[in-house]
């Protein structure tokens, strides 16, 4: 494989076939002789050129798809493919959102596909963009009761809390913002609304921010 792959600016980019790599094997698959043996400025090495030049925008541009496309929460192009599959937009997506806030959205609702346990409830937050921790309670009994604890009656077996961040700010990123984006935003509405959805019935949500 050629090296001009090395200077594509994504993280962790699908190897793909460069110009370099496509004359290699047009040159190991044609015929012999003078004609096709020209030297660069021939008209068959011209046109061999032009050959590379499109497979290695082809192969380019199957790596990208593969890599970002494929994958719902870095998706731009097939964006509104994606979210239409899991219906977004939905009554917890925010007003007018940002790219990046829709992709936030595609990547909870897939966490929401999981069993739900304190682990999905932290996937789902940290696919919004938040980091939460989880506190359970549990009815205060004689074997149980440690001193200083607080007394919870039986109903706090039904309850846990989610504690967050008080804002959680998120910045403007370039690849993907348009121009009319803020610059920065903040707030929790998402993910007490996404909570809100998931809580299991006869539960009660408690949300602690800034803890």
């Given at each position: 494989?050629?090296?001009?792959?090395?200077?594509d600016p994504r993280?962790?980019?699908?190897?793909?076939?460069?110009?370099?790599?496509?004359?290699?094997?047009?040159?190991?698959?044609?015929?012999?002789?003078?004609?096709?043996?020209?030297?660069?400025?021939s008209l068959m090495?011209?046109?061999?050129?032009?050959?590379?030049?499109?497979?290695?925008?082809?192969?380019?541009?199957?790596?990208?798809?593969?890599?970002?496309?494929?994958?719902?929460?870095?998706?731009?192009?097939?964006?509104?493919?994606?979210?239409?599959?899991?219906?977004?937009?939905?009554?917890c997506t925010p007003?007018?959102?940002?790219?990046?806030?829709?992709?936030?959205?595609?990547?909870?609702?897939?966490?929401?596909?999981?069993?739900?346990?304190?682990?999905?409830?932290?996937?789902?937050?940290?696919?919004?963009?938040?980091?939460?921790?989880?506190?359970?309670?549990?009815?205060?009994?004689?074997?149980?009761?440690?001193?200083?604890?607080?007394?919870?009656?039986?109903?706090?077996?039904?309850?846990?809390?989610?504690?967050?961040?008080?804002?959680?700010?998120?910045?403007?990123?370039?690849?993907?913002?348009?121009?009319?984006?803020?610059?920065?935003?903040?707030?929790?509405?998402?993910?007490?609304?996404?909570?809100?959805?998931?809580?299991?019935?006869?539960?009660?949500?408690?949300?602690?921010?800034?803890?």
């Open positions: 494989m050629s090296d001009s792959r090395s200077s993280p962790n980019p699908v190897p793909f076939a460069g110009p370099a790599d496509f004359a290699q094997a047009l040159r190991r698959m044609q015929p012999r002789g003078r004609l096709w043996d020209g030297p660069d400025d090495a011209q046109l061999r050129t032009a050959q590379t030049a499109l497979l290695a925008q082809f192969s380019g541009r199957l790596a990208v798809l593969t890599e970002t496309e494929a994958y719902p929460p870095t998706s731009i192009e097939l964006l509104p493919v994606w979210e239409e599959a899991f219906g977004l937009p939905d009554p007003l007018n959102p940002t790219i990046a806030e829709r992709q936030q959205a595609l990547g909870a609702k897939i966490a929401q596909n999981a069993n739900l346990s304190r682990q999905t409830i932290i996937n789902v937050a940290a696919a919004l963009g938040y980091t939460v921790t989880i506190t359970e309670y549990h009815a205060a009994t004689a074997d149980t009761l440690v001193a200083d604890e607080p007394v919870y009656d039986p109903a706090w077996a039904f309850a846990w809390q989610v504690n967050a961040p008080e804002f959680t700010v998120e910045y403007l990123c370039a690849d993907t913002g348009r121009a009319d984006d803020p610059l920065a935003s903040w707030g929790n509405t998402s993910l007490s609304c996404e909570l809100q959805r998931l809580a299991p019935p006869g539960t009660y949500l408690i949300f602690s921010f800034g803890g």
